[in-house]
């Protein structure tokens, strides 16, 4: 025997940057996923039986079942803000502590949130299609939009990413409003709707905000707004955007996130709605790039990566949104 002790395990289970990954092996032997693809379940399961730290990332759903195949996990760190794909409750019955990157997500999907307004608003999308067509012949009078300059931009949720995106605004003269329907924070919901140019629901997603925007929120909204979601697919109900697309009253629909990701629904679609996707001169999607600046996930795995070592070390993870039995 060399007399050294044997390092605890630290399963990542998204392709990490390798700093990340230098970093964790300073205390553990890290087991990392080294493709663009989620493990499958019976795949992670097996790298995360003798794991002591699982950091996890957006596709990934950890419930008590899966916890109890785990007997040595000492920490679960998403490296990410929200976090209803995980069974926090069952984290803390097992004495697991669950930590998220609270701050660092804020000021990238802000700044995508005002990228996809513009987009959308100026028919950008269309405009690409056109050229790349070799339709373009010169200007013509065709693919007006309208401006995001002067606007009104109703926030639904007024947390770090509203704040960034209404301090991005404040720069085209905007008006903001706001409201925060959990605790009746701003103006009130009906009246953010009727008045409002610019939609963007901003809360996580919970029981209360599933489907916050329907077929009933989206006729409360004035004729010819756009809707822009950066939050969770599963805010939107997609079905209902799509008809209102279809009927003329939703001018415009831009979003980052779609129903299909929230895994945690035993119910969620398994594509975007073929309805919605139809839609292609009333939209703009991006596939969930609302962090996706190298720097920002830099810090976001770095951060997960820290309360990690924290964790091991035996001391309570900066980040962490429980406190385990």
Same mark, same amino acid.
Not at 30 to 40: G, R
Not at 106 to 118: D, F, G, K, N, R
Not at 146 to 158: C, D, E, L, W
Not at 234 to 255: F, P, R, W
């Given at each position: 025997?060399?007399?050294?002790?044997?390092?605890?395990?630290?399963?990542?289970?998204?392709?990490?940057?390798?700093?990340?990954?230098?970093?964790?092996?300073?205390?553990?032997?890290? *087991?990392?996923?080294?493709?663009?693809?989620?493990?499958?379940?019976?795949?992670?399961?097996?790298?995360?039986?003798?794991?002591?730290?699982?950091? !996890?990332?957006?596709?990934?759903?950890?419930?008590?079942?899966?916890?109890?195949?785990?007997?040595?996990?000492?920490?679960?760190?998403?490296?990410?803000?929200?976090?209803?794909?995980?069974? *926090?409750? /069952?984290?803390?019955?097992?004495?697991?502590?669950?930590?998220? @990157?609270?701050?660092?997500?804020?000021?990238?999907?802000?700044?995508?949130?005002?990228?996809?307004?513009?987009?959308?608003?100026?028919?950008?999308?269309?405009?690409?299609?056109?050229?790349?067509?070799?339709?373009?012949?010169?200007?013509?009078?065709?693919?007006?939009?309208?401006?995001?300059?002067?606007?009104?931009?109703?926030?639904?949720?007024?947390?770090?990413?509203?704040? /960034?995106?209404?301090?991005?605004?404040?720069?085209?003269?905007?008006?903001?409003?706001?409201?925060?329907?959990?605790?009746?924070?701003?103006?009130?919901?009906?009246?953010?709707?009727?008045?409002?140019?610019? @939609?963007?629901?901003? !809360?996580?997603?919970?029981?209360?905000?599933?489907?916050?925007?329907? /077929?009933?929120?989206?006729?409360?909204?004035?004729? =010819?707004?756009?809707?822009?979601?950066?939050?969770?697919?599963?805010?939107?109900?997609?079905?209902? !955007? /799509?008809?209102?697309?279809?009927?003329?009253?939703?001018?415009?629909?831009?979003?980052?996130?779609?129903?299909?990701?929230?895994?945690?629904?035993?119910?969620?679609?398994?594509?975007?709605?073929?309805?919605?996707?139809?839609?292609?001169?009333?939209?703009?999607?991006?596939?969930?790039?609302?962090?996706? !600046?190298?720097?920002?996930?830099?810090?976001?795995?770095?951060?997960?990566?820290?309360?990690?070592?924290? @964790?091991?070390? =035996?001391?309570?993870?900066?980040?962490?949104?429980?406190?385990?039995?």
């Amino acid at each position: 025997m060399n007399g050294r002790a044997e390092k605890p395990q630290a399963v990542i289970t998204q392709r990490p940057f390798p700093e990340t990954v230098a970093l964790l092996s300073e205390v553990a032997d890290v *087991v990392a996923n080294d493709t663009n693809d989620p493990w499958p379940r019976d795949r992670l399961l097996q790298n995360a039986r003798s794991a002591e730290a699982l950091m !996890v990332f957006m596709p990934d759903s950890i419930d008590e079942k899966f916890l109890r195949e785990c007997p040595r996990l000492k920490v679960v760190a998403a490296a990410l803000k929200g976090y209803d794909n995980f069974d *926090v409750a /069952a984290c803390s019955q097992r004495g697991i502590w669950f930590t998220i @990157v609270p701050d660092l997500l804020s000021e990238s999907t802000a700044e995508l949130a005002l990228a996809l307004m513009l987009g959308l608003a100026r028919n950008m999308r269309s405009g690409d299609a056109l050229i790349r067509a070799g339709e373009f012949h010169g200007w013509r009078p065709i693919l007006y939009g309208n401006a995001v300059k002067a606007s009104t931009a109703g926030m639904i949720g007024f947390g770090g990413v509203g704040r /960034a995106l209404a301090r991005m605004l404040n720069g085209f003269g905007c008006t903001i409003v706001h409201c925060d329907p959990a605790s009746g924070d701003g103006v009130p919901l009906s009246k953010l709707l009727a008045v409002s140019d610019f @939609v963007l629901p901003l !809360v996580p997603l919970t029981k209360q905000t599933f489907h916050l925007i329907d /077929a009933g929120t989206l006729k409360q909204m004035k004729r =010819g707004a756009y809707l822009v979601n950066v939050s969770r697919g599963s805010i939107v109900d997609e079905g209902a !955007v /799509a008809a209102a697309l279809e009927s003329g009253h939703l001018a415009g629909y831009a979003a980052d996130t779609f129903e299909m990701e929230d895994w945690a629904r035993g119910d969620r679609p398994r594509a975007i709605s073929p309805l919605l996707l139809r839609q292609a001169e009333k939209t703009l999607f991006t596939p969930h790039l609302g962090s996706a !600046v190298i720097s920002v996930r830099l810090a976001i795995e770095r951060a997960a990566a820290l309360n990690i070592c924290e @964790v091991l070390a =035996g001391r309570t993870p900066p980040d962490a949104v429980n406190r385990p039995g």
